[in-house]
């Protein structure tokens, strides 16, 4: 396979979203905390962006 080369960043205007973003790795410490963080996401964009899930 030929190697990646990441395309140059855009020059255009462009809209953009400001998803909320959810740290899962405090599962075990800020349950109740995480549970209304990832409610609020669901509940304002019907998503959110998942990092410290180990995958």
Not at 5 to 13: F, L, N, S
Not at 17 to 45: H, N, P
């Amino acid at each position: 396979l030929p190697k990646w080369v990441a395309p140059p960043p855009t020059k255009h205007e462009v809209d953009w979203a400001d998803i909320l973003t959810v740290d899962l790795s405090v599962y075990d410490s800020k349950k109740q905390e995480l549970i209304e963080i990832v409610e609020k996401g669901l509940r304002r964009d019907g998503f959110f962006y998942a990092i410290g899930h180990g995958i």
